[in-house]
Every structure is written in structure tokens, then in C-alpha cells.
């Protein structure tokens, strides 16, 4: 684990949001408890996720008939490494839906023994980059930018939450047939609705 100043964490070469990132389980991730039922929403930063976790939460947990509205996304579906609320993973009941932003080589290697379903919500980098941008500036807890140009240079050498773009969407399609995985790009999510 490295230093990466006050916004990032770099633990095995991904940043993480200082802050926020629950490293008790990044660093025993092996040790967590993965049902055959569970569901990973994969993406990179500002990709969908929040739309991914609320569709998904519709769809498993039966929209209104169960009082899922009364339940904050973030609970429905936490983030496997940002355990913001320290919801008891081990409670929740089946089928549970997690949202992650790692990349391949940190996932645990009990994913590769399950039947753990993950999609893969990935999105034109372009918006992506301008998402994030505008995010960063925004949000207090990630180091802002005063020109779209020198955050797409920040972006371009991976020195943001989430690391480099190219290499989280390669290591995952790299090893699609490693897992029971589903790509979908955010555009063609848009299309659909």
C-alpha cells in the first residue's frame, strides 16, 4: 500500500477513494462470503452505476411491494469496498446485489468457484472523462481540477479513483469466459429505457 496523496489510496497498484474505501475487506476479500446467488454490478467510476443498482433493485427486490423505496440504493446494493453504512454483508438476505469498482486482478478468488453473476456496465470513456470531471469538481472528497484538459491528462495516466480506464475494461473482457458475466454498455442501457 502506497501513499497517493490525500484523495487516493493505492492499494496493488488501484486507487481507491481514501475516504471512503473499508480496507479490512479489500484486504481479506479472499475471506468474504460470496453466495452462488449474489450479484456484482461491475464499472468503472461514473459508468452507471447508480442507474445499474436502482434498475436491479426494481427488478430483485420487487420495486414498491416489499418497501425497497424506503431503503437508501447504497443499502439495497452496496459497494462490496465502500462499506459507507457497515451493513452486515453476512445478513443480508439472498439474493444479494453488490456494486464494485475493482478491477479484475483484485477480485477474490472465490468469484472463480462461484456462480456469482456479474455485469459489467462499461461507457464511452469521452463521457466518462466528462462525467468525472465535472463529479471530481463537485464533490469535496476527490481532488478537483481547474481545466477539462488537465483532468484528461490526470484521467489518461490513470491518477484518479478507479486507476485507468483501459486497463479496468481490458482486464475484465480479458477474462469474460473466467465468470459468469454479462457486458453492457451504458449507451445501449439508454437505449432500451
Given at each position: 500500500?502506497?501513499?497517493?496523496?490525500?484523495?487516493?489510496?493505492?492499494?496493488?497498484?488501484?486507487?481507491?477513494?481514501?475516504?471512503?474505501?473499508?480496507?479490512?475487506?479489500?484486504?481479506?476479500?479472499?475471506?468474504?462470503?460470496?453466495?452462488?446467488?449474489?450479484?456484482?454490478?461491475?464499472?468503472?467510476?461514473?459508468?452507471?452505476?447508480?442507474?445499474?443498482?436502482?434498475?436491479?433493485?426494481?427488478?430483485?427486490?420487487?420495486?414498491?411491494?416489499?418497501?425497497?423505496?424506503?431503503?437508501?440504493t447504497v443499502d439495497r446494493a452496496p459497494f462490496f469496498e465502500?462499506?459507507?453504512?457497515?451493513?452486515?454483508?453476512?445478513?443480508?438476505?439472498?439474493?444479494?446485489?453488490?456494486?464494485?469498482?475493482?478491477?479484475?486482478?483484485?477480485?477474490?478468488?472465490?468469484?472463480?468457484?462461484?456462480?456469482?453473476?456479474?455485469?459489467?456496465?462499461?461507457?464511452?470513456?469521452?463521457?466518462?472523462?466528462?462525467?468525472?470531471?465535472?463529479?471530481?469538481?463537485?464533490?469535496?472528497?476527490?481532488?478537483?481540477?481547474?481545466?477539462?484538459?488537465?483532468?484528461?491528462?490526470?484521467?489518461?495516466?490513470?491518477?484518479?479513483?478507479?486507476?485507468?480506464?483501459?486497463?479496468?475494461?481490458?482486464?475484465?473482457?480479458?477474462?469474460?469466459?473466467?465468470?459468469n458475466i454479462m457486458f453492457l454498455s451504458y449507451e445501449d442501457m439508454k437505449k432500451v429505457r
Amino acid at each position: 500500500m502506497n501513499n497517493k496523496g490525500e484523495y487516493l489510496l493505492n492499494f496493488k497498484g488501484y486507487n481507491f477513494e481514501r475516504s471512503l474505501v473499508d480496507m479490512n475487506t479489500v484486504e481479506n476479500m479472499d475471506d468474504q462470503e460470496i453466495r452462488d446467488d449474489d450479484v456484482f454490478i461491475v464499472t468503472y467510476p461514473k459508468s452507471g452505476t447508480i442507474w445499474t443498482q436502482q434498475i436491479l433493485s426494481l427488478i430483485y427486490f420487487e420495486g414498491h411491494r416489499n418497501n425497497t423505496e424506503n431503503i437508501q440504493t447504497v443499502d439495497r446494493a452496496p459497494f462490496f469496498e465502500y462499506n459507507i453504512h457497515n451493513v452486515d454483508y453476512a445478513k443480508m438476505p439472498s439474493p444479494r446485489i453488490f456494486c464494485s469498482h475493482l478491477p479484475y486482478y483484485l477480485v477474490p478468488k472465490v468469484f472463480k468457484n462461484k456462480k456469482v453473476k456479474i455485469l459489467y456496465i462499461y461507457r464511452n470513456p469521452k463521457d466518462v472523462l466528462t462525467s468525472y470531471f465535472h463529479f471530481s469538481n463537485l464533490i469535496v472528497l476527490l481532488e478537483a481540477s481547474n481545466s477539462v484538459e488537465t483532468f484528461m491528462q490526470t484521467f489518461l495516466d490513470g491518477r484518479v479513483v478507479g486507476s485507468n480506464w483501459f486497463d479496468h475494461i481490458r482486464g475484465w473482457y480479458e477474462h469474460r469466459h473466467d465468470f459468469n458475466i454479462m457486458f453492457l454498455s451504458y449507451e445501449d442501457m439508454k437505449k432500451v429505457r
